[in-house]
């Protein structure tokens, strides 16, 4: 199947034929090469250049990749002047990223090759960058908005040029771990620690690895029952400690320097060892301990509520769940686990407040998990761009210390020292032809490489740099693209779940409104509105939740007057007559925001349908009908929540809008 190159088109900036360039590399393994590879792809692309290896002679070279001790291994510094650059890290992984960064240089600034003026050095911010693919080994993805699986189909494995194409994409960005199958470990999927696949994952393997790309798989928690023929998965049990670590020993030698396991455990139905009346630490570190010799990671998801709660109880706050299950457990698990712990204590919603986990654990390795793929964000059908939504999150101070002591400071292992630790995101791909499903959804895929590399970038700068990247240089499509991506975020809030209180959402799919959809089910998603009021009372008079943050939050977000109002309802259950700082009635609030955010949806039709002489006509269409479903869906949502919260208060819209009574 044809497919579309996303950022790495490398878009004509201006014809140099007939001219070759030389490149000398001090590296010679496959990571440096493949840097060549797309040095000699993006020169041909941009300017139509050739570009010829050289053994001697570096000193001569236009381009020279220089070991250089003393930068990070998978930073770079890169210097380019004269129509000469050097790309010099200590790391064939620095300097591949050294390259991309030239090639991206060179199209942000869209000059001539000897034009460019241009310095950079770059340390990572995080020590790992991880896509988490939800795939299934038959071949369809869990939460996939864009087609089946391009790793799995029917349950074998697929290898092929877009297999490349990925692992290309990914370290343009500076992604180094993927986790290939889904955390929901079904079917064959079990397997994947056993023979029947070691021969494909081993030429996957070899792929990713050489663009620097560590692999991972999920594993099944009950392995060793299901694999193994034990009667139990106790991780106590010396027979399922042995199992673990023959079976490691095993992967291992068949996969040489596999990253790791993750493991989402007592979750959603999920075995654990909750089963066996162990804890988190018990499951994490006899995992941890079987792979240590072969120098593989556990990433363990904190994923962990009580997902058949009674409605009828309002002391149980799933919220809390994550908190009060890992944090007895810090300073217990061993050096090679990493909590895996969802930006917020929920589900990804369209806004929660950062995980207080965070703040708490002082003593282990922690990583960030955001989600890419839009579940619960438009599915892919409606634009919204994630990006300084997850620049928010890292960018919350949790006070949890005297120093550094926001996400990003905390998750990237600053604060206290870890070693391990990093962001991972739920992605976004598919075998759709243009990877994403809507187009600008690519925007997301790219930016959470990019801020998980370097978590001081912007996500406008973020968006305007993929837009250029993936459309070249048009201005009036530069400013409409990145217009509607920054306005994306808060227009789909807008007219979706009011005031941080989130779902109000299809049961299942979780597409679409429906503001009871979970209000009397098992998940722990309750709005609780009545016909005075609506929201959780998270608070000490409460569930207590406010207070698993340190006092500096806990107070911010317990009292009223400074609980911000996007996170209002939150935190609070508030009669719809309250008047928020905006000064608006929360009834109001919810009515304004309802007729703007689908007004806004409408506006992007329009600025999309200004664009239709300045895109190819296939990624016109694919948008246009994107964001014509958009602009109608937006209406469903506004009316369905209008309604239903005019019909709970009986108070009217103060301008008098239409309001299906
Ligand atoms: O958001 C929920 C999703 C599940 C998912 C789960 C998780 C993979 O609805 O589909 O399962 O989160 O993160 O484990």
């Known amino acids: 199947m044809n497919y579309t190159k996303c950022w790495l088109a490398y878009p004509t900036i201006c014809r140099e034929q007939e001219r070759t360039l030389t490149v000398h590399s001090d590296f010679d393994g496959p990571v440096a090469q493949n840097g060549v590879k797309e040095l000699t792809l993006g020169l041909?692309?941009?300017?139509?250049?050739?570009?010829?290896?050289?053994?001697?002679?570096?000193?001569?070279?236009?381009?020279?990749?220089?070991?250089?001790?003393?930068?990070?291994?998978?930073?770079?510094?890169?210097?380019?002047?004269?129509?000469?650059?050097?790309?010099?890290?200590?790391?064939?992984?620095?300097?591949?990223?050294?390259?991309?960064?030239?090639?991206?240089?060179?199209?942000?600034?869209?000059?001539?090759?000897?034009?460019?003026?241009?310095?950079?050095?770059?340390?990572?911010?995080?020590?790992?960058?991880?896509?988490?693919?939800?795939?299934?080994?038959?071949?369809?993805?869990?939460?996939?908005?864009?087609?089946?699986?391009?790793?799995f189909r029917d349950n074998e494995i697929i290898i092929d040029q877009r297999t490349v194409d990925y692992a290309r994409m990914a370290a343009s960005v500076g992604i180094n771990a993927t986790v290939i199958n889904n955390v929901n470990v079904k079917g064959a999927a079990v397997e994947l620690i056993s023979p029947r696949y070691y021969k494909p994952l081993r030429d996957m393997q070899e792929i990713f690895a050489g663009y620097g790309i560590d692999l991972y798989f999920c594993i099944e928690f009950a392995a060793p029952i299901l694999l193994g023929g034990l009667d139990t998965a106790d991780p106590c049990d010396d027979r399922v400690k042995a199992w673990w670590t023959d079976k490691a020993a095993e992967v291992w030698q068949a996969l040489p320097g596999l990253g790791g396991f993750m493991v989402k455990a007592d979750s959603e139905g999920r075995p654990g060892p909750f089963?066996?009346?162990?804890?988190?630490?018990?499951?994490?570190?006899?995992?941890?301990d079987a792979v240590a010799p072969q120098g593989g990671k556990i990433i363990w998801r904190c994923f962990v509520y009580d997902c058949q709660q009674d409605w009828r109880d309002t002391k149980t706050d799933r919220a809390r769940a994550c908190y009060d299950h890992y944090m007895p457990l810090d300073g217990q698990f061993r050096d090679n686990v990493i909590l895996q712990i969802k930006n917020g204590p929920m589900d990804f919603q369209v806004r929660e407040p950062?995980?207080?986990?965070?703040?708490?654990?002082?003593?282990?390795?922690?990583?960030?998990?955001?989600?890419?793929?839009?579940?619960?964000?438009?599915?892919?059908?409606?634009?919204?761009?994630?990006?300084?939504?997850?620049?928010?999150?890292?960018?919350?101070?949790?006070?949890?210390?005297?120093?550094?002591?926001?996400?990003?400071?905390?998750?990237?292992?600053?604060?206290?020292?870890?070693?391990?630790?990093?962001?991972?995101?739920?992605?976004?791909?598919?075998?759709?032809?243009?990877?994403?499903?809507?187009?600008l959804a690519a925007a997301n895929l790219y930016g959470f490489g990019r801020l998980s590399y370097d978590t001081s970038l912007t996500g406008e700068a973020i968006a305007a740099e993929w837009v250029?990247?993936?459309?070249?240089?048009?201005?009036?499509?530069?400013?409409?693209?990145?217009?509607?991506?920054?306005?994306?975020?808060?227009?789909?809030?807008?007219?979706?779940?009011?005031?941080?209180?989130?779902?109000?959402?299809?049961?299942?799919?979780?597409?679409?409104?429906?503001?009871?959809?979970?209000?009397?089910?098992?998940?722990?998603?309750?709005?609780?509105?009545?016909?005075?009021?609506?929201?959780?009372?998270?608070?000490?008079?409460?569930?207590?939740?406010?207070q698993q943050y340190a006092p500096k939050l806990a107070n911010l977000y317990e009292n009223l007057e400074t609980c911000p109002d996007e996170l209002v309802l939150f935190f609070h259950h508030l009669p719809y007559t309250y008047v928020l700082k905006s000064g608006k009635t929360v009834i109001q609030h919810i009515y304004d925001t309802h007729f703007a955010g689908a007004e806004q949806a409408a506006e992007f039709l329009r600025q999309i349908e200004e664009l239709e002489p300045l895109l190819e006509p296939e990624v016109y269409e694919r948008l246009h009908a994107r964001f014509s479903h958009q602009k109608e869906h937006s209406c469903q949502w506004r009316d369905v929540i209008n309604t239903y919260f005019y019909r709970k208060s009986g108070i009217p819209d103060a301008q008098g809008r239409k309001i299906y009574a």
């Not at 976004?428 to 809507?438: K, V």
């Open 354 to 439: 950062v995980s207080p986990l965070f703040g708490g654990l002082k003593h282990t390795n922690m990583m960030l998990e955001v989600q890419v793929a839009q579940e619960y964000t438009g599915q892919q059908r409606h634009v919204c761009y994630l990006i300084p939504w997850f620049r928010q999150v890292l960018d919350q101070d949790l006070y949890c210390q005297e120093g550094p002591s926001t996400v990003a400071d905390l998750v990237s292992g600053r604060s206290y020292g870890n070693a391990l630790g990093g962001m991972a995101a739920v992605t976004n791909t598919g075998d759709d032809p243009n990877w994403t499903g809507h187009d």
């Open 44 to 151: 041909k692309g941009l300017y139509d250049m050739g570009l010829e290896p050289v053994t001697e002679n570096g000193a001569d070279a236009s381009i020279r990749l220089v070991r250089k001790d003393g930068i990070h291994p998978e930073g770079y510094a890169v210097q380019a002047r004269g129509g000469k650059a050097v790309v010099a890290s200590s790391g064939e992984r620095g300097v591949l990223y050294g390259i991309f960064a030239l090639l991206r240089q060179l199209q942000t600034v869209q000059c001539a090759w000897d034009d460019l003026d241009w310095e950079e050095e770059k340390t990572p911010s995080n020590p790992m960058r991880m896509f988490n693919h939800w795939d299934n080994l038959t071949g369809d993805i869990e939460r996939g908005y864009s087609g089946q699986s391009f790793f």
């Open 275 to 288: 089963t066996y009346g162990r804890n988190h630490a018990d499951g994490a570190n006899m995992l941890a």
């Open 468 to 546: 250029r990247l993936t459309y070249g240089k048009e201005p009036k499509v530069e400013d409409t693209l990145t217009d509607i991506l920054m306005k994306s975020w808060p227009a789909y809030e807008s007219y979706t779940a009011p005031l941080g209180i989130g779902w109000m959402v299809n049961p299942n799919h979780h597409y679409g409104p429906n503001v009871d959809g979970y209000e009397y089910a098992q998940w722990g998603t309750y709005h609780r509105a009545d016909w005075k009021g609506l929201g959780v009372d998270r608070t000490s008079r409460g569930t207590g939740y406010c």
